[in-house]
Each structure stands twice: as structure tokens, then as C-alpha cells.
């Protein structure tokens, strides 16, 4: 602590960090003074006393969120979490452990191990433990208010998340993990690990995290700041349909699908959703467009200004470039034609004209019948098996479940340009992406990839990926899960579980209030019953609470009608682009990965629930919830949420019981 302050006060003696001696040193001393800055508030949060082989005795080595070194001795004081001995604190109890040092593996005993919470330079507490790092420690930081942004976890990472933090050999690793295992945050701890790990070589310019949305980019941004490193870029899939189709044709985003999906399910639409979502389809588009070019290219003659290039040279000049995609091709042979025929002219006497370029192109292009990506595409549903699987929405929008096909063929027809200063790509809700869409991204990311999401967490089940419908694009992929889930407390876990089971799950054991299904009597009741809820949410100990409806229409009704009541909240819509605290209303498709203490689902009535989607909207919605869930609704109660007036010992998981009247309203209990 003694070093740590010295240095504090003499920051411009910190050794520089990556990248810091490219002309950045201003901004690299502030990194470094922030660094310094966040030692002093918390210089470290784990010890573990190692007896290396040989040794005469156990060495004690602290674990901070940053390397700290003393400056006169050079001696390290505090390791950085991602050092190589610090996996022996998330790795190994106490007695025989190793690690991999630089010298190669070090094997030895752990002979005790310490957990701390230091918080503005003041020691909370402290835990001896020889056991994983769980149990106390990990209780009392879950049990604590969700903030705004997403935190770091370095002190508490489990054995198997730090398996997948630490994993340097996967070229392409999926993880599939329960709602609330980590999986973000455990992607943005891998990014800082491959960050410290790889410094010499990878920067954040290199890294890029495909996410959902704006509002949780916007809530996952202080993580990787928290550890010492910088933010990295963030893209969408909405982003990516811009750059490609924005003059080639309007398409249906991917929320616009999703809303009108939630209105209505039209049956032969979730025909073609699901046929464009199969692994099986890429290949058949592949090969399809690969096809086009041997059978459907026909050399000719090409004449201008009384010049001649013959079809013989055509197809020969044409057969110099196999590899590239048609449109690229037919485009090189243009511009050899033109340079050709261009010279001959002159060497006559002739002039060219841009006319005369114009004309060779055009001569060049009519060599193959399709004029772009989009005719291409459109053809290959001219075959009579996939007829009727091409329906625009209008003259010029194309639906969503064509957008990427669309992309994807404009990528094997025509060179297109690809992201490739990166190195590392984040893939999160890997589930609620195509393979055709990862057959883009592979075609557009040739670099490493950390893909990760929840089978059960899809937004549209008519065209949801599992891990191994992704491993079909990424044969190389390596596939981990995790099953344990931090977020929520027993009760709300096992509540969840009725509704979308999913048997791998294993709850952390922590218990709070059971979720409650508040039953109203009219709509006007069911508002006054929320306003209710919001009252007892403003006298807990709580601070986040997030009302989470089933669309983003019922969101914005609910919305005005509580603010004009006097509520203050923050309405996240899809135009929105930052997460706030306090009081959010929002739909369940927008809460995908953000998390709340307490939970208010509104009118989880029949209607309002009834089928495959609905189902999967309710089970995200109510895995939002940390500490506390209550729903409420008028009329039937939804088919998903039967359970929960069972009386106890009815239900298979969780314990339930019969509903009790309160006031207008009955409140069923569960877990
Ligand atoms: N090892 C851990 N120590 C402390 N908290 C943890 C740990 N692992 C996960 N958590 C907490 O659990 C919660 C869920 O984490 P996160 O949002 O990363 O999960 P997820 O799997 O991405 O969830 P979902 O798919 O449901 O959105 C967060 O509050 C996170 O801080």
C-alpha cells in the first residue's frame, strides 16, 4: 500500500503501457494515473499463499485489477487478475495446484487463500477461505442493487468461467450458457484477458463486439474501462443490412420482423423465415451462385469502333481470374477490353469516348443474364421447389429473413470490402442469428471469434440458432456451456423454469421473496396494482426496477399513462440509445441482457400470452429479474402461468401455493 501510494504521486514514472510511445503519452499518463487511481480506492481483492516445489517456504501473492510493482525494487506488489499465477485463486482449493509460468509449468501447494472487498481504500471485509471462491464472498456480491452499467467480476470469476476467459487456443469458440451464467460478462473479462495476454500484438482498435442493440452496448460500456482497458467498437446487424443494401433496395429490420411477428403470425411468412434459417440453405445458395457463373456466362464477340476481340479471347481472358466472384470478373474483363479496344483506336487514329467504355461494358455485361446481386438472388427462386419462398414487402423492401441472403449473395458475386483490421470478433445472442447471417460474417470477419448466447432466450422461434446449427458454418468452432445462473434468486429462477424448462439449469442458492402473479379485476385495476408495486419498489432497498411488457407498443401505452400519474421513468425503445437507472419501461425483446432488481411484467393475460413466441418473450422478461418479480394481469391468466395457482408440491420444481386475495387482486406465490 506504501509503494501504491508513493507512486501515486509520481505518476510519470509509470512504465508506459501498449501503444503508449505512438504519440499518445498524454493519454496514456491519464490511463495510467486512472490505473494508479483505482489501486488506491481497491489495490486488491484476493491472496493466494503458494509453496512452489523447491521452495523453502510459501509465497504470498495479492490479486488486483491492475499489476502493481514497487518502483524502487521492481518487486511485483500486486498481481495483475490475469496473470499467469493468478489462475491458482480461480482455478484450485487449497493443497497441489500449478500454473503456467513463463519458464514453463510451476507445480506446487496452495497454502491459503484470502478474499477481500476494499472499497475507497477502507478494508470491508475479509474471508479466509481454502475453497473456490464462492460461497461468502460471491453471496454478498450478488445479493448487492443492480447499477446502471454492468460491473466487473474479476473477484469472484467461477472455475468455469474463468475456463472460458482463459481459453487461447479456440479460432472460433461458442458458448451456450443459461440466462444469467455470465456469458457477458464473461466475454468482456475473455476480451481483457486476450488484451493483457496478447499485448504485444492485439490492441481494442482490433476487437469489435457484434451486439443486439444500442441501449446494451450502451450498458455493457464501463466494463472493460473498470478493468484498465479501452472500449471497444461495437456493430449490429442493422448496421451491417445499411451498408450493404442501402442503395440497393429497403428491407424490414430485424425489430420491425420481430414487432409485426408479435402482432400476428402469418403462417407462410414463418414458412419462409424458416426455410432461410437452416444451414442446409446456405449450401443450397452457395452452390446455386456458384453455378450461375459456368452455366449461365457465355463468351461473345465484343465490337467497337470497328475493332474485334474475339469470343475466343473473351473466354480465355475471362478464365484468367477463377477465384474472384462473377460481377468482379465481368468487371476486369471489361476494363481489359476497354484498354484493348481503347489502344487499337488510337493506333487508328480514332477517338474513344467515355460513350465507347460505356458501350463495352454494357456488351461485356450482357454476357450473363442477371444485371446484379439482386437478380441473382431473385432467380434462384425461380426454381419450382423454392417458388413462393421470395415474397417482397412492396416494390422495393425486401423482408428481413432475405436481407442476408441478399447480403450474402452480393458478397460471392462481387469483391466487397471486409473489417479486416479486426482480429477478434464478439458475437452476442448468438441464438437469435441465421446461419446465412454467419455465413456473412464469416465472409466479412476472417479473425478469431467468441460467439455466445441461450438457446432458450430466442426472440423468433421460426429462425433461432442452436450451437450446433452454428458449428455448421464454423466446423472449427470449439463449444462450451455454462449452467450455473448467478443473476436471479432460487425462486425466480425455478418460476422462469416452468415456463421455458430447460433442465441444464443450476441456481445459484439464493434466496429472496417468491414471484408473485397478481391477479386484477379490470385494466384500471391492474394499473392502479402496478402503481402499487411501484410504491413498495421506492421504500425497498432496491434501486433498479424495470417494467417490462411484451411489445414495444404496450410499453409506450403503459408509459404515458403512469407518467401522466405522476411515475418518473424512461421509456427504451428501439430508437433509443442508452440505458438508464432508477424506473425503465421497455418491451421484452429491448431487455435482452440488462437486468433489473426488482421486475414488473404487465398483463400477462391469455391474449396477451398464447403461443411460441409470446412464451419465449415472457421466459426473457421474467429472467431480467434479480431479486424480485411481480406480475399482473386481467382476465384469464395466461396458459403459461397455470402453475401458478397450484397448490404446493403440484409443480415439479420450485414449491408452490395456493393463491391468496389481496384487496381487488389475487396474488398467486411460487417458489
Ligand atoms: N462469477 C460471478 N461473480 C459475480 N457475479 C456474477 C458472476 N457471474 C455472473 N455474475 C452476475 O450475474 C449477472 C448475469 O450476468 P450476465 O448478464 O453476464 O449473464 P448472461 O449469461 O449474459 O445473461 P442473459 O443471457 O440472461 O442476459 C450479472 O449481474 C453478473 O454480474
Redesign the pocket.
Known amino acids: 500500500m506504501d509503494a501504491l501510494a508513493r507512486h501515486g504521486r509520481r505518476r510519470e514514472g509509470e512504465r508506459p503501457r501498449r501503444g503508449e510511445h505512438l504519440g499518445h503519452l498524454g493519454r496514456a499518463r491519464g490511463h495510467g494515473a486512472k490505473r494508479i487511481q483505482r489501486l488506491l480506492t481497491s489495490p486488491y481483492f484476493g491472496r493466494v499463499d503458494f509453496h512452489a516445489s523447491g521452495d523453502t517456504e510459501a509465497r504470498a501473492h495479492y490479486l488486483g485489477v491492475h499489476n502493481f510493482s514497487d518502483p524502487q525494487t521492481q518487486e511485483i506488489v500486486v498481481h495483475d487478475w490475469r496473470a499467469p499465477v493468478s489462475s491458482l485463486y480461480y482455478d484450485f482449493e487449497s493443497g497441489e495446484a500449478f500454473f503456467q509460468a513463463p519458464q514453463g509449468i510451476a507445480h506446487g501447494e496452495i497454502t491459503g487463500k484470502r478474499q477481500y472487498k476494499i472499497q475507497d481504500g477502507r478494508l470491508e471485509y475479509m474471508f479466509e477461505s481454502a475453497l473456490n471462491?464462492g460461497d461468502d464472498v460471491?453471496q454478498r456480491?450478488?445479493s448487492q442493487s443492480?447499477d446502471d452499467k454492468?460491473?466487473n467480476?474479476v473477484?469472484?470469476?467461477?472455475r468455469e468461467?474463468n475456463a472460458v476467459i482463459r481459453n487461447e487456443t479456440a479460432q472460433v469458440l461458442i458458448l451456450q450458457?443459461?440466462?444469467?451464467?455470465?456469458?457477458?460478462?464473461?466475454?468482456l473479462h475473455r476480451v481483457a484477458f486476450l488484451l493483457y495476454r496478447f499485448k504485444d500484438t492485439l490492441s481494442s482498435d482490433n476487437i469489435m463486439i457484434l451486439s443486439p442493440n444500442k441501449v446494451f452496448g450502451d450498458y455493457i460500456a464501463n466494463v472493460l474501462p473498470e478493468l484498465g482497458e479501452e472500449q471497444i467498437a461495437e456493430i449490429d446487424f442493422t448496421t451491417i443490412a445499411g451498408r450493404f443494401l442501402a442503395n440497393i433496395t429497403d428491407y424490414e429490420t430485424f425489430s420491425e420482423q420481430v414487432v409485426n411477428l408479435l402482432d400476428r403470425v402469418d403462417d407462410a411468412a414463418a414458412e419462409r423465415m424458416r426455410y432461410k434459417a437452416t444451414p442446409e440453405f446456405v449450401t443450397l445458395l452457395d452452390a446455386w451462385i456458384s453455378a450461375r457463373t459456368d452455366e449461365e456466362f457465355t463468351p461473345a464477340e465484343i465490337v467497337q469502333k470497328n475493332n474485334r476481340l474475339s469470343a475466343g479471347w473473351v473466354a480465355a481472358t475471362f478464365g484468367q481470374s477463377p477465384t474472384l466472384p462473377i460481377f468482379t470478373r465481368l468487371d476486369l474483363l471489361a476494363d481489359t477490353a476497354v484498354h484493348l479496344l481503347k489502344q487499337q483506336a488510337s493506333d487508328r487514329g480514332r477517338t474513344w469516348t467515355a460513350a465507347d467504355t460505356t458501350a463495352v461494358r454494357r456488351q461485356v455485361r450482357a454476357m450473363f443474364p442477371h444485371k446484379d446481386a439482386l437478380a441473382v438472388y431473385k432467380a434462384f427462386y425461380s426454381h419450382p421447389a423454392r417458388r413462393g419462398l421470395f415474397k417482397p414487402l412492396g416494390r422495393k423492401k425486401v423482408e428481413y429473413a432475405d436481407a442476408f441472403p441478399l447480403i450474402y449473395t452480393m458478397i460471392r458475386t462481387s469483391r466487397q470490402e471486409s473489417y479486416g483490421r479486426i482480429r477478434h470478433l464478439l458475437i452476442?445472442?448468438m441464438q437469435d442469428y441465421t446461419p446465412i447471417q454467419y455465413a456473412v460474417v464469416r465472409e466479412l470477419f476472417s479473425c478469431r471469434m467468441t460467439i455466445?448466447?441461450?438457446a432458450n432466450?430466442s426472440v423468433n422461434p421460426f429462425s433461432s440458432s442452436s450451437p450446433s446449427t452454428i458449428r455448421s458454418i464454423f466446423p472449427e468452432a470449439d463449444c462450451l456451456e455454462?449452467r450455473k445462473?448467478?443473476?436471479s434468486t432460487t425462486e425466480i429462477t425455478d418460476f422462469a423454469q416452468h415456463i421455458s424448462r430447460n433442465d441444464k439449469i443450476v441456481p445459484v442458492e439464493r434466496h429472496g421473496r417468491p414471484p408473485q402473479v397478481i391477479a386484477c379485476t379490470d385494466q384500471k385495476g391492474q394499473q392502479a396494482q402496478i402503481l402499487a408495486l411501484i410504491e413498495q419498489h421506492r421504500n425497498s432497498e432496491h434501486k433498479s426496477l424495470g417494467i417490462i411488457c411484451k411489445t414495444t407498443a404496450q410499453a409506450t401505452t403503459l408509459y404515458q399513462a403512469l407518467a401522466e400519474a405522476g411515475v418518473e421513468l424512461t421509456l427504451l425503445d428501439y430508437d433509443s440509445a442508452e440505458f438508464a437507472g432508477g424506473i425503465v419501461i421497455t418491451s421484452a425483446h429491448l431487455s435482452?441482457?440488462?437486468?433489473f432488481d426488482t421486475v414488473i411484467v404487465p398483463q400477462v393475460d391469455d391474449t396477451n400470452y398464447a403461443n411460441e413466441m409470446d412464451r419465449c418473450m415472457l421466459y426473457i422478461a421474467c429472467?431480467?429479474a434479480?431479486h424480485e418479480l411481480h406480475l399482473t394481469h386481467d382476465g384469464p391468466v395466461s396458459r403459461f402461468l397455470t402453475f401458478a395457482g397450484q397448490p404446493r408440491g403440484d409443480l415439479g420444481v420450485g414449491h408452490g401455493e395456493a393463491g391468496e386475495i389481496r384487496d381487488h387482486a389475487t396474488v398467486a406465490r411460487v417458489g
Open positions: 471462491i460471491l456480491e450478488l443492480a454492468m460491473k467480476i473477484a469472484t470469476i467461477q468461467q450458457g443459461v440466462a444469467g451464467s455470465g456469458k457477458t460478462s464473461i466475454a452476442d445472442e455466445l448466447g441461450d432466450q455454462l445462473s448467478y443473476r435482452k441482457g440488462l437486468e429472467t431480467r434479480m
